[in-house]
């Protein structure tokens, strides 16, 4: 079951005891995000409804990690005067 209520580039499908679960996870204390590069996974539900109420996007692992490393590269260049541009 989709809720069709959309976050951004991102759907969540709401977790209840008759849906189904990803990876056997019965834990109410999950919440399976579908994130805008395909991948459906299960995270800590009270961290997701945090970042839908201060209005961020819902990321996957990867993506997540993916972001977190672009933006620590761009502040490494920019310490070090590095264009923006040259970092691209």
Sequence with gaps: MIENT???S???IPHTRSSIT???LSSLDRMCVYCACGRI???DRSEMQLKIS???ELQCTVC???RISQ?????NS???GIPEEECL
């Design 54 to 56: 201060l209005g961020k």
């Design 41 to 43: 996974v299960a995270l």
């Design 64 to 66: 997540r990690n993916a």
């Design 71 to 75: 933006e620590i590269d761009s502040m």
């Design 6 to 8: 959309e976050y951004g």
């Design 10 to 12: 991102v759907r969540f």
């Design 78 to 80: 920019l310490f070090e």
């Design 22 to 24: 990803l990876d056997n």
